[in-house]
């Protein structure tokens, strides 16, 4: 068990290298609570650790690194937010148990925190790039006219040598240092008439491997980037005035509308696309324009990422109907034989994650009867359960 867990995590972190990590990221504590029920993850990779302890990767595996038996999460994009995980893990549970019972693997319960710790983990796998390519790379440099300006590799003293962002392993990082210079950029392609790069998909992983590749101190030290603290990335964004102009004076989108699922660097690329009107609209409102150090773009990209994830919907009266629609009544009754409670008696629960795992947990008791055997077993979307969270925590009983 050891041993196993220290080859998933060195080939995790060798996997997710792009942008990281020092070791005290990993260790930091996972979440904070915050108002309105909303929370915000500090390091959602630390979620690695239960998928190791609590089995899933003895069937799943992540980019290859893993059991076979089951879908890969790096590959197979199942990349769930607040609901969509127990929906997924509920609803594939009869082929999940049936396999559990078959390699005689123990049935693992999750608590309240490992629920949440899975979650923030498999969702992040999205916003964690793949590694960039060296050939792609090369061309787009070529393509997106940054030779124009640009040297690698031998210095060229009409043009910007760009040889120590290699020391940089992060193609977050060279995302960061480029909107810091945004504005010259941009100035001098105005003047020469050169035309702006607009950055796409993984233009920015590709171009940061083309640039560590090729210059002469690529063997150096690597400096990493740290894969965001979604929740210091939430001071940020206020600090640095997005919030200011796009919650508060709507002068730019609003951007709790958009859908950042997106990886960090594309996320990053949407910034750079903008940067030149951010500027002008930062200069008409006298707002300086913001630039980041050490981990600060992470940060704040981590908490975009994660402030908008899927508002999934549902209500009470659904719950209700619920109970009754889903075949829970069956054992929650007034004198059931199953020693279940009472539908009234459930709940209040402290949170969403404590309710899916009671879920979750009582699974193998209910394989027993005919409810969950195999296909019998009902459906439940991300909206259902949000509608029976809010039924077992009305105020009203
Ligand atoms: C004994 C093997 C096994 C274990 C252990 C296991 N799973 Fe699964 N899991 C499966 C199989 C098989 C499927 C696909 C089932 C199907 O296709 O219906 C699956 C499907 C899933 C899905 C749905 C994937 C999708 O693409 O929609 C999720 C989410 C999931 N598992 C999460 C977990 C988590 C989290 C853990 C650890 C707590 C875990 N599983 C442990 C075998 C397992
Ligand atoms: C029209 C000319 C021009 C083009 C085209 C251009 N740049 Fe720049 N770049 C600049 C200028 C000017 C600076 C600012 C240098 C300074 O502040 O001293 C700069 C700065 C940078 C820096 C920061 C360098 C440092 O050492 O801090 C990076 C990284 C960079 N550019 C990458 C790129 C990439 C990648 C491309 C192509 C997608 C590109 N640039 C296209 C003109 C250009
Ligand atoms: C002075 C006001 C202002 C500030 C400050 C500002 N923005 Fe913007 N932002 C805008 C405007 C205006 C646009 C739309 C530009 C356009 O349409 O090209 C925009 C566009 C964007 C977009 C692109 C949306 C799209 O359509 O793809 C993102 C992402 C973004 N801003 C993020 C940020 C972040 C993060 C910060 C803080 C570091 C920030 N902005 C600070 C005004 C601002
Ligand atoms: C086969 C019988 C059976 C069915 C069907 C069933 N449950 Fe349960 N449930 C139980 C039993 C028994 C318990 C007591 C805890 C245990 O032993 O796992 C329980 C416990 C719970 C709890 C934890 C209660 C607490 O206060 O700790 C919740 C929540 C719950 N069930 C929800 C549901 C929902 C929602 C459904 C319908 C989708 C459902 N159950 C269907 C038998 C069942």
Known sequence: MKVKYIVFTTALVLLLSVYFLNGNTLNRNS??????????????LNGRIVFEQKGCIDCHSINGYGGKTAPDFGKQNFFGSDYDLISAMWNHSPQMLKQIGDKNINKQNLSEKDFRSLRYFLNFLRYLSVNGNISNGKILFNKMNCIQCHSVGKLNTKKISLNKMSVYASPLYLAQVMWNHAAKMQNMQRQSGIKIPVFKG?????????LESISPNGKKEKVYMSPGNPLKGEGLFKSKKC????????IGPDLTKYNFNKSVTEIAGMMWDHASSMDAAMTKYKISYP???????ANLISYLYFKNQSKVPGSIEEGKNLISGKGCISCHSQGNSYNAPVINKIGPFNNADSFFSELWNHLPMMEKTSYAKGKTLPKLMPSDVKSLYLYFNRKNR
């Open 31 to 44: 979440q904070i609570k915050q108002s309105n029920e909303q929370t915000l993850p500090q390091n959602p």
């Open 202 to 210: 993984n233009d920015f992983s590709d171009l940061s491997a083309y």
């Open 243 to 250: 919030y200011y102009c796009h919650e508060q004076k709507h």
């Open 291 to 297: 630039e980041f150090k050490n981990d600060e773009m």
